[in-house]
């Protein structure tokens, strides 16, 4: 192989030419073995490269409602639930190269093109209003960044606060917090069942209604804070209020994987990456590229999938069955569903969107959770027993006495 055109990949690779949607793309290039590849020097550069995305072996369910999230901000975010060790943290943080482009603005107070669209020219401040006339940007086209939110946050960290630097008489006296700093971005909890409940309040509140005010004495300031929130738990380490678990749109639980080969893959591309981080992404690079294209074109695209009466019956029809009270379950159900659609390049929402996306959707609505989880832990209990009772069989106790 041309170690320069696997540096400085000038070409799409034959895989992503032959792929008719992001869907295809995903289950093939997940698919790919990795090229373990050692003679390629490492740039020596200390900047942090996150784990590939479509390097990450498995894990379906995870990916595709990490993609969902991207393609449909309506979709009110994601959580992963599972143990440690299973790549939660290493998925969200793989996003990273994935992200779409949106529209920021250039502005003080955020007045961006799309608000002269929807609202006419007094929609933004006079400054921008001249700009427009005269055909100047109010935005430019920018990255969606990932942005974490620290465990050790304090609630003044999450939505700001005075500013200690701020001269008297400035407007700007109030410092923006993390939720304000998330506009427009992805908000990644880790932990989240450990954080406190007024700071998981102010996140769920603030992502409910695209925006939150900060009121310190006589002062106060509305932020926009229009984000996807993604969160993921260990539910051994404390659990989630079942009313938080509902205002998350996906819901999956992330299990180790299951067979023996692909976890002998999982392991010699962690070894290949932590080798060299650089030239491990260099082989991933023109597929995410291509990736990312498709996902920034199927988000452009979901305005326009639609949802007929005849397949919103059968969806309204499954949550019926399942008795889920939350009027959430529909709506991520078909906002999900219109994702899936999208990443498949179709307009219409079909029945086997809905199949794929239900149990995302769907699961952990109710309360029985908790009964679930203790059911689960029970099961496990004896799993564990028989495995090890297999391997070392129990001592003969009257042997021993
Ligand atoms: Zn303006």
Known sequence: MDEKEIKIPQSEPELITKVGSLQELLEKASGVRAVLDYDQEDSGLAENVPFPFLALVGQNQMKLSLVLSLLNPNLDGVLLIGPRGTGKSTAVRSLINLLPDVRRSLCYYGCLEEEIESGGIDAVCPVCAKKYGQGDP??????????????????????????????????????????????RNLLYVDEVNLLNDQIVDAILDAAAQGQYTVRRGSMSATYRSNFTLIGSMNPEEGHLRPQIMDRFGLRVLVKGLENKEDRLEAYQRTRAYKESNRAFSAQYAPATRAFKDEIQASREQINQVELSDEIAQIGLELIEDLEL???????????????????????QVNLEDIRVVAPMALRLRRSSFIEQYIADQSSETELLEKAINKLIPPQDLDQED
């Open 325 to 347: 009270d939350s009027l959430r379950a529909e709506i991520t159900l078909f906002e999900a569903a219109r994702a899936h659609a999208a990443a498949d390049a179709r307009e």
């Open 138 to 183: 109010l935005s430019r086209l920018e990255n969606v960044s990932l942005v974490e939110l620290p465990l050790n946050s304090t609630l003044e960290d999450v939505v700001g606060g005075l500013d200690p630097q701020a001269k008297a008489n400035s407007r700007r006296q109030l410092k923006r917090g993390i939720l304000s700093r998330a506009d």
